[in-house]
Every structure is written in structure tokens, then in C-alpha cells.
């Protein structure tokens, strides 16, 4: 028989340890879970010195190493701060463990299958828009972008001849360079443009500031098209060199080019940083004493493609990466932050809910308002140190066998009390 005030001391002491050995156990259980926290029990005197119990059982938020597993869309979370997720037909939860990916439907979803919360991001500014909601990739593929801007890295020879005018059905008997660059419609088709080169002549030019006269070797360029056979000059213009090989300017007469089906488009030229805007004449054109050679080309236009990956960077944007080189942003991580992230309600599945102790859920961007930054193509580890547990356990198990023996010694006092009352 049991019974008296040092028999419920004893009990609500054995229930209290038998609590913290469990949660002690959990923590144990999940030393190797990514995003884990780990908990612990605060204990607190019952009132009138009848006992103990549990007060609460707290997480303690973070601290866990930053593991690179390689998955793009695997985030940790270092500093404060959860990622936000919902489940279908329910409300926010939050989570330290960033072990994500796309669903069949371009979904960025948890290991449970529920939705991360983001911010959309205009793909042209860069900016956010509205608020937080599920993340998804575009179901479309990368849009077309038409060319608008051709840049030119090349060396003209200086000891070229002075060839006759232009003749687009003999170029190569009137230029004296040609090459290739790429111009895609509004349609995403591309188009071979043929680059000729043909040394005109001198020009005498002034200095405006000195007032002292040079000349300069003049050529000029055409772009040809053959979309029916039929070679077409869609632009031209000239470039102008300095008696030293520097590009002394470019000038553009016509770059409007016209594609069957498609939209008509100007396309700019850049040739360098020409000596009479103020730059060196150095990177881009030049004319010297060596071989015409082409250095590189490069164009800003792109063909239809599909999404073909996701990259993450440290701001949280995710991107879509498409077949046709082109990246652009999707989404803008969430990152919710508390006044009192111990006081969150453990949910299970490495999952909190906001309580009124922790205060409302503040959505924001990583490394913001106190969030923490992120890490892509990483996992936060668990927080667990697996020797305090062991310690803890020893301690919890000592004071179990010295509350049991308690509970016997006033077991046994009980029985003494009533056998001399009979």
C-alpha cells in the first residue's frame, strides 16, 4: 500500500524523469537526422513542496554543423531563423531541416511532400513581389529573347589592301575579312550572319581639344543574311583606327534586321571603347600589323528551351536553368524568424508550430531582419552531442532508482503505521 505526501513526491518525481528519459531518448534517436534540434525538459517545483513536474519541453534552435551533400536544392540555414512550409489544406509550420526538392508539378516540396514558402521575384528587375506563397518552377520553358546587342573582339590587318566598293554578291573578291556571328528572332530561330570587312580608305579627323589634325584608316562592315538564297546587307557601318592600331570610333548607319514571320529587330554593334568617347581603343577592334583574326563574339539573344535544372544562391533566390544557357529567378526563399523561438510546439518531422509564447511568425529573406543567411547544396546536422545526452540519461536513471527507493521507504513505513494500528 502506498501512501502519504513523500509517496506523491516520490510518483510525481518518477513521472517527471521518466519524461526527460524519453525526450533524452529522442534526442539520442535523432543525432543523425538533418535540421534536428534537440530538446530538453525544464523541471519546476509544484507547489507547496508536494513535488515535481514538467514545466516545459524547449528546443534548443540551431548550432548544428553545415554538411555539403551537392543537391542544389538542399538548403541549411546558417544563423536564425526556419524555413516556412505548408501542407495542403493546412496552415504554416516551420523547419530547420532544408532537405528539399521539385515534385512532379515543379513544386519546391520537403521530404513530407508539403509546399516551402517564398517570395515571388520579378525575373527582370530582380525585385519581390507580393507576399509569401509556394515556390514552383515556370511550366513554360525559357522565354525567347531576341538578340539587341553584338559585341565584336577582333584584329583587322593594318597592311591590308584598299579594296573596291562593296559588291554583296562577291564578297569575297570585295572585303577583305569575313566572319560569322548569330542573330535570333523574335521566334527564337537563329540566324547566320556573315561579317565582311573592307578597308576603305583614310579620314583626316581634329582633335577638338588640341585642334591638331591625324588620319585615320577607315573600314567598313556589312551584315549579310541569305534567308532565300538571296544575300541581303542588313547592316553596316564603319570603324575608324589611329595610326598606333587603337579603334578611334564606330558608327552604325543600319542594324534593322528582318526575318520572315518574325518581328523586325535593331540589333546594336559594340566594336570596343573607341579613344574619341574617351576610352583606351584597345579592347575590341583593332588594326595591327598581324593577322585579321576574331577574338571573340558574343550576342544576348537565346532560342527556346526547357527548364533543365535550379541553382540556389546565398540570398535564398532560387533560379531555373534552361536548355538554351539562359537562368532566371524564381522565387526568393522565406525565412520566418520569433521573438521566442523556444517557445515554438515541436510537431514532429523536424516541425514547429507558433504558439503564443513564441510570438507570430515574421516572414522575410535570409539575412534580413535577423534571419540567418543560406547555404545551397547543403544540410544543417543535427545539434545533438551525444556524450551530455549519455550524461543526461546517467542522471535521469540515478534519480529514478533514488525516487523508487523513496516510494519503497514510504511504502514500507505506511504498512508499519497501519500494522500498529491494528
Do not use: C
Not at 514552383?136 to 573596291?164: C, H, M, W, Y
Request: charged share 15%.
Amino acid at each position: 500500500m502506498i501512501g502519504g505526501p513523500g509517496s506523491s513526491i516520490a510518483l510525481s518525481a518518477m513521472s517527471s524523469l521518466m519524461r526527460q528519459l524519453s525526450v533524452t531518448s529522442n534526442n539520442i534517436a535523432n543525432m543523425n537526422t538533418s535540421g534536428f534540434s534537440r530538446s530538453r525538459v525544464d523541471l519546476r517545483e509544484m507547489p507547496s513542496n508536494l513535488g515535481v513536474d514538467v514545466g516545459r519541453v524547449a528546443a534548443e534552435i540551431g548550432g548544428g554543423a553545415i554538411e555539403s551533400t551537392g543537391i542544389p536544392t538542399h538548403m541549411a540555414l546558417a544563423g536564425n531563423g526556419f524555413f516556412a512550409v505548408r501542407e495542403s489544406g493546412s496552415g504554416l509550420s516551420y523547419t530547420r531541416s532544408g532537405s528539399f526538392h521539385f515534385n512532379r508539378d515543379g513544386f519546391l516540396v520537403d521530404s513530407g511532400g508539403r509546399r516551402v514558402q517564398g517570395f515571388q521575384v520579378n525575373s527582370g528587375s530582380g525585385a519581390l513581389q507580393g507576399a509569401a506563397g509556394d515556390i514552383q518552377l515556370p511550366s513554360a520553358a525559357g522565354s525567347v529573347r531576341a538578340t539587341t546587342k553584338i559585341e565584336f573582339s577582333a584584329n583587322l590587318d593594318s597592311n591590308s589592301e584598299i579594296k573596291a566598293a562593296f559588291d554583296v554578291n562577291d564578297a569575297p573578291n570585295t572585303a577583305n575579312f569575313s566572319t560569322s556571328a548569330t542573330v535570333v528572332d523574335s521566334l527564337g530561330n537563329p540566324h547566320a550572319v556573315e561579317m565582311h570587312f573592307r578597308k576603305a580608305g583614310t579620314d583626316t579627323v581634329t582633335d577638338p581639344t588640341t585642334g591638331v589634325s591625324s588620319q585615320v584608316a577607315r573600314w567598313e562592315w556589312y551584315g549579310v543574311t541569305s534567308e532565300s538564297g538571296t544575300p541581303t546587307v542588313q547592316a553596316n557601318g564603319t570603324l575608324r583606327f589611329t595610326n598606333d592600331g587603337r579603334l578611334y570610333d564606330s558608327n552604325t548607319a543600319d542594324s534593322t534586321f528582318v526575318f520572315s514571320g518574325a518581328k523586325s529587330q535593331d540589333v546594336s554593334f559594340s566594336f570596343g571603347n573607341p579613344v574619341s568617347s574617351g576610352g583606351t581603343g584597345t579592347v575590341g577592334a583593332t588594326q595591327y600589323a598581324a593577322d585579321s583574326v576574331v577574338n571573340g563574339i558574343s550576342g544576348d539573344g537565346s532560342g527556346y528551351g526547357a527548364v533543365m535544372g535550379t541553382r540556389v544562391d546565398t540570398s535564398g533566390t532560387v533560379f531555373a536553368l534552361y536548355a538554351n544557357g539562359q537562368s532566371s529567378p524564381v522565387a526568393r526563399v522565406a525565412v520566418a524568424t520569433f521573438a521566442s523561438p523556444t517557445g515554438l510546439s515541436p510537431l514532429g518531422e523536424n516541425l514547429f508550430a507558433a504558439t503564443p509564447e513564441s510570438g507570430q511568425a515574421l516572414l522575410g529573406t535570409p539575412g534580413t531582419r535577423g534571419a540567418g543567411s543560406i547555404y545551397s547544396g547543403a544540410l544543417e546536422t543535427s545539434n545533438v552531442d551525444l556524450s551530455t545526452e549519455l550524461v543526461q540519461m546517467l542522471r535521469t536513471q540515478g534519480g529514478y532508482r533514488a525516487n523508487l527507493r523513496l516510494l519503497t521507504v514510504n511504502d514500507s513505513l505506511t504498512q508499519e503505521i497501519i500494522n500498529l494500528r491494528r
